[in-house]
């Protein structure tokens, strides 16, 4: 029987899913795909649509190379490790002038693989909701150049990168794909494109070769762009272009160009100039028409847009362009020596080019409105136009008109950006407003029938449903406002004004004490109660504004230090400890210790100019160094496991077979496996195969999944025995509805510990003594002051555990601890979401430890005397039903109205700074993660409600047999 706790956990999980989708549903750009495709037959040419410059081409695409890798200069007496490494591209600008261009390769943000692909074969423009495709990414239905060579009879061989596979399947003729999601790779893929690809160039019976390189990326993913192991790849692939330039015909045209760049730390994803500027070398077998002054102005820019790429290879080989393409072909590629004859047919490419790009945003234009008439019209009319003195040329050729005709596909692809960087500006401040509501609302509130919680979101999202009909938008708009609004003050008014009544009465009676005994007064507030609770709201009012500064969002997790000392201390001063030496004094200087210590374990981000990594987690270390913090790391994490043994022991959580076995006996392989998983994987001896050492990583996940299901199975610590006095003797009782929880928590620290690696698994141990130290520190303090130094916690140790609020952030290598390879991709987004969330993840699970906590009682942990009301320790919560019905009812509470709160700030900074600079780079992967944080809360936050029912309810049925027997 679910019970109205659970009900209620599941309906404020609803309610949290519900509004931070609404949010979402307004800002993430998106745009409509419009799945047509070019035919030959759409414009009357002789040859298709332009008449082929080349036969053939050879695209060589080095992920991640940054357009400052492929220039040289001599002159620079102290280069960095990655500079002057690729010479190859500036010899062959002197040797062959007329011949070659080099040129700075713009990507449109955000710079992840998937989307640059995309750009590179369609020729549109990426929008931020397309990000979650670079994950397991599927196949892409628009019109590309890839399709289109397959409908033209063209023969399309491709090397490298498996993710072309993925998108692009059925049209390759021959194809050599390799696995590219494994970036501590550095040399699989790599090794096997130059296996085959001067082969491939040497055959006869191919059109086009792909050939992608992951080296340069990977290097700069596991490493940083200034490690050898970059500096290695770069002299690599220069080796490499040198020797496919001797392979190419004066029919073939090469490539060279990159995908996006990549940041000092070698991560990408973002907008940063270092991210999206990447290079374009283009190598001609035949040579390039000379061009006037005038006209290299315009024909030879010195950068051009990824976009670019796709008109100009269509046309250069004479198929059509892919119907949504936005680029611009590059002009310079179609002179020849034929002077006049060749500046005539770029006009007519250009001219084609302009009509398609136009037709597309007509198209576009009849299916959505984001597009207004006057502006299309506007465009309409200067291409009819310019088409009209085309053809009044009859064939002759005019610099002004392509000129125009050049500023015409500009201002549409300019246009296109902008309208697809709209936000729904009246949905984002509805969930914003219900956000904050619902978070004020949930503090007052006591209890609220539960479908008040499935009507509140229903009837705003049955409206909103229908806001893409753009004649009612303004007024589904207003209506949903309205509805929301009205469902919010008619469930809530009754209480709320009962709680803002008590709130002012409390005031007036404060400013009339004041007035009477002056400072004292606030002084004695300042030492009670209340004032620990006022500490902590302003703690969390001061971490939720700070979404609205940049600066805070980049010293965030230096700054969670602080708060919690800030609370710590408060606290401190208000328990009023006996003596210097006391248990709570120890467990402040715990707590603060293990805090500060933290620090060590903290990543760098690229705006952090100041942060340096420290030495215990720098990889540049001698092999003893590297041995030491394998020792270190291997003491201190088996002496947290065993720590966390002893507590539960010394609780009385193990006299029952399912916790000790969990706890003696999984833990203890669990523990050994981790050891000699790190010792394997670090070695430089290998003694197994990496499938074999794979196998021990997975036996870890499968013990905890078997441990969770014994802790959920059998939850119970407690055991009744009478030792012949008459009075019964209660053993394990003191901890009997927090230990399943606890025991969970121990579980998943050797799987955590995996993912981390040993280098940063000791961060597990200062995060258990901060937790326990904070749970003995919060005794006797309010559900809500406990909930809120657990989510400080949390974030501080997001920060801990090597994250940072970044896209380029995320550890993908968690996804291959214990795997080469994954058919699904389930089994990976599980692992990188534990390695990102898992300080949420455990602090969720002990949490029921510090909620539940209670003073030691004056017998000891394994005999309790369950008629003595002192010595009850957790079975209150047995004996009192309504207790823990309360507890778990204000946790809920608690936990999800600061939720709504932060992530409703968090929104409401990128609602306001959604024009500014930074707002892809800073405020949305804040926002982002502040979201995913929600999440991660709520559900765990359901499975802790589930196992403390399900703890409960057997709790009750064991005393209920009791009963009977005697």
């Known amino acids: ?145 890839v399709k289109q060579l397959s409908l033209n009879k063209k023969n399309l061989v491709l090397l490298g990168d498996d993710t072309w596979m993925n998108i692009y399947s059925k049209y390759f003729y021959r194809a050599f794909p390799y696995p590219s999601f494994d970036v501590w790779d550095l040399h699989t893929v790599d090794n096997g494109v130059w296996k085959h690809l001067l082969p491939q160039m040497r055959t006869d019976d191919w059109d086009v070769i792909v050939a992608h390189f992951l080296g340069v990326d990977h290097a700069g993913h596991r490493y940083h762009v200034n490690h050898p192991a970059l500096s290695d790849k770069l002299v690599q692939v220069d080796s490499w272009i040198r020797e496919v330039v001797r392979e190419v015909g004066e029919d073939t045209v090469l490539f060279v160009f990159g995908d996006h760049g990549m940041t000092t730390s070698g991560d990408h994803g973002g907008e940063t100039v270092d991210e999206v500027t990447s290079t374009l070398f283009v190598y001609s077998g035949s040579k390039i028409g000379v061009m006037s002054a005038e006209e290299a102005q315009v024909y030879d820019p010195a950068r051009v847009f990824q976009t670019d790429l796709v008109p100009t290879l269509t046309m250069l080989l004479g198929v059509p362009t892919p119907y949504s393409s936005l680029g611009s072909v590059i002009p310079f590629l179609f002179l020849d020596e034929n002077s006049q004859q060749s500046r005539s047919d770029l006009q007519l490419v250009l001219q084609t080019n302009m009509n398609q790009v136009f037709r597309y945003i007509e198209a576009y234009s009849m299916v959505s409105s984001e597009f207004s008439s006057s502006e299309i019209s ?71 029938s539960v479908i008040w919680w499935v009507l509140l979101p229903l009837i705003p999202a049955i409206v909103i449903s229908y806001d893409s009909l753009s004649p009612w938008a303004g007024v589904t708009h207003f209506v949903t406002v309205l509805l929301t609004f009205a469902t919010i003050v008619g469930v809530f008014y009754a209480a709320v004004r009962l709680q803002v009544s008590y709130l002012a009465s409390k005031v007036g009676d404060f400013i009339k004490s004041c007035s009477e005994n002056g400072a004292s007064n606030i002084w004695k507030l300042m030492k009670s109660v209340e004032f620990l609770g006022y500490s902590g709201i302003v703690v969390m009012f001061f971490m939720s504004v700070g979404f609205m500064t940049n600066s805070y969002i980049l010293v965030e997790d230096y700054v969670t230090i602080y708060f919690f000392g800030t609370l710590v201390l408060v606290n401190y001063l208000i328990k009023k400890p006996k003596t210097i030496l006391s248990e709570l004094t120890v467990a402040a200087v715990i707590a603060g210790t293990a805090s500060r210590m933290s620090a060590t374990f903290f990543g760098c981000r690229e705006e952090q100019f100041w942060c340096t990594k420290t030495w215990w987690l720098s990889l540049e270390v001698s092999s003893c160094i590297r041995n030491y913090k394998y020792v270190g790391s291997v003491v201190v994490f088996l002496g947290t496991m065993y720590g966390m043994y002893k507590y539960q022991k010394q609780q009385g959580a193990l006299m029952k077979t399912g916790l000790k076995f969990v706890h003696c006996t999984i833990h203890s392989i669990q523990c050994v496996l981790v050891v000699v998983y790190w010792a394997l994987s670090s070695s430089s001896i290998k ?35 009478d030792l012949g006095t008459g009075t019964p003797r209660l053993y394990g009782a003191m901890s009997c509805y927090s230990a399943p ?78 795997f080469t390879s994954h058919p699904y991709h389930i089994v990976p987004i599980c692992m990188i979401a534990l390695r990102t969330l898992m300080s949420f993840v455990l602090v969720g699970l002990f949490l ?43 946790l809920q509470h608690s936990s999800v109205a600061l939720i709504l709160l932060k992530c409703a700030l968090a929104c409401a900074a990128c609602f306001i700074h959604r024009r500014h600079l930074m707002i892809w780079n800073i405020f949305t992967p804040r926002m982002i993660i502040e979201m995913c944080f929600a999440a991660c809360s709520a559900v765990f936050l359901l499975f802790v409600v589930l196992l403390l029912e399900r703890t409960d309810s057997v709790l009750r049925k064991e005393f209920s047999k009791i009963s009977k027997e005697k």
């Open 378 to 448: 506007e465009i309409k009319s200067r291409v009819e136009d310019l088409n009209k003195q085309v053809a009044e040329l009859k064939g002759g050729y005019s610099f002004t008109l392509v000129r125009e005709m050049m500023e015409v596909i500009r201002k549409i692809r300019d246009l296109c950006s902008q309208h697809w960087a709209q936000f729904n500006l009246p949905v984002m401040a509805l969930s914003i407003s219900v956000m904050i509501l619902l978070s004020l609302s949930l503090v007052m509130v006591s209890s609220l």
């Open 1 to 145: 029987m679910v019970t109205t706790t659970i009900k209620t956990a599941l309906w404020l999980l609803w309610l949290i899913v519900f509004t931070l989708l609404l949010y979402l549903r307004g800002f993430l750009l998106t745009k409509i795909e419009i799945e047509k495709f070019s035919s030959c037959h759409d414009y009357a040419r002789e040859d298709c649509w332009s008449k082929p410059r080349y036969k053939r081409a050879v695209l060589l695409l080095v992920d991640a190379l940054r357009h400052d890798f492929t220039l040289y200069n001599s002159s620079v007496k102290n280069p960095e490790p990655w500079q002057n490494k690729m010479s190859v591209f500036s010899e062959l600008r002197k040797k062959f002038p007329d011949r070659t261009r080099h040129l700075e390769f713009i990507a449109d943000p955000p710079s992840a693989t998937f989307l640059r692909l995309k750009g590179l074969t369609t020729g549109g423009l990426p929008t931020f909701v397309d990000l979650g495709s670079n994950f397991g990414a599927s196949e892409i239905t628009e019109d590309s150049w």
């Open 687 to 721: 003694v197994l195969t990496e499938e074999q050492i794979c196998w021990l990583p997975r036996a870890v996940y499968l013990l905890a999944l078997l441990a969770v299901s014994i802790v959920f199975c059998a939850p119970s610590t407690v055991s009744l025995l």
């Open 848 to 890: 029921p430890t510090i909620i539940l906590q209670s003073p030691p009682p004056s017998k000891t942990a394994q005999e309790v005397d369950l008629g003595d009301p002192e010595n009850t320790a957790q079975l209150r919560f047995y004996i009192d039903r309504d207790l823990l019905s309360s507890t778990l009812h204000s």
């Open 741 to 818: 929880s606890l025991a969970v928590y121990t579980t998943l620290l050797p799987v955590c510990a995996l993912l981390l690696q040993y280098s940063a698994a000791p961060v597990l141990a200062l995060l258990t003594l901060q937790l326990l130290a904070t749970s003995r520190l919060t005794e006797g303090r309010s559900v809500a002051f406990k909930v809120m130094i657990c989510h400080v916690i949390a974030v501080q140790y997001f920060y801990a555990t090597g994250h940072q609020a970044a896209v380029q952030q995320f550890d993908w290598n968690a996804a291959f601890v214990g």
